[in-house]
């Protein structure tokens, strides 16, 4: 059904964000990926969070590579920047942007193929220097748009739809991410929105790398008896290790906890994230204990998602580079040149 075009009309009743928009106003075209693809509720949620946060569409750049999840930009944002690049290219070209305008929110959609595979030198600079984005990898295992073959990230022992068996170690991204230095790495599944939302409003308003590596199942070939990346298996074997609520200065708080169980932590932003603790003894500030758990579960066959760790005091790729609050792309020419004195100045400090 690619040749329908949307809807343009919407219900005028329709509830309206802080900024006057619907939540229509942060889709993008109809989707083309099969039904009940789990990318699509990906998609939903990042228009939700988007929505709820009162981010103004025009604010915000997505970039994305190639494969079945790469696709999905056009999906949502459909009046925001957007930039689909070659096959594991997006981390560095999405990095060249933020060098040249801070003042952008970054959101890098990536799939397990294009990150774990071609692109996975490009995820682990990206991680390492600390870009200002969120990076979210759509993760189903399999190579979706050339039929199903396993993808790096697809479990050793799970068999494909054809019956053969995967020999080869999985690479987690998430268990990378956290030794590669991200500020904020999170583990969340598709099929449940009411956690993952919450994870993407939490990336977006962190001001430093922040990952998200999403259970996504592919329908059309990992969705079997035998797949660890399944519907049934992931909802089976999932064990979230805390429930994230994000709120930003001028929502009211009306959540109630119970004494005890919540672990707070208040970004440079002024927003704060809010950890309802299901683990009793997870600290989601310990990066080291963020990589312990992550195998222990590994190692019992289990799935542990959510917040997996957070430093709410990171420095990003400007911080490093220590470039000015002025974004690159609006200095003028005297700014950017300043001339023979200045120049010479500068080598004088190389000598």
Known sequence: MTYLTKPKLHHPELPKNKLGF???????????????CGHDSITGAIIQACFELDIAPHRVAKLSGIGCSSK????????????????????????????????????????????????????????????????IVENNGVYGLTKGQFSATADRGSKSKRGALNADESIDLALLAL???????????????????????????????????????CVAFNNHEGSTKSYDYVREHNEAVNALDVITMHREITTQYDAGTVQEVKQHDGSVLRLRKIDAGYDASNRITAMNFVQER?????????????????????????????????????????????????????R
């Open 22 to 36: 619907t939540r229509r106003d942060y889709e993008g075209t109809v989707s083309t990926l099969c039904a009940g």
């Open 72 to 135: 999905t930009p056009t999906y949502f944002l459909g009046q925001s920047h957007g930039f689909n690049t070659v096959h594991g290219r997006m981390p560095s070209v999405l990095t060249g942007a933020n060098a040249a305008n801070r003042d952008l929110i970054y959101l890098g959609v990536s799939g397990d193929g294009d990150s774990a595979s071609i692109g996975l030198g490009q995820f682990a600079h990206v991680m390492r220097r600390g870009v200002n984005m969120t990076y």
């Open 179 to 217: 030794q590669l230095g991200a500020t904020y790495v999170a583990r969340s599944f598709s099929g449940d929105k009411a956690q993952l939302v919450p994870l993407i409003k939490g990336a977006l308003t962190h001001p430093g790398a922040a990952f998200i590596d999403v259970l996504s199942p």
């Open 298 to 350: 590994y190692a019992r066959g289990e799935i542990a998602t959510g917040l997996l760790y957070l430093n709410a005091h990171p420095r990003d790729l400007h911080d490093s580079l220590n470039t000015v609050a002025t974004p690159l792309n609006q200095l003028n020419e005297r700014e950017l040149c300043p001339g023979n004195a200045a120049l010479e100045k500068f080598n004088t400090l190389l």
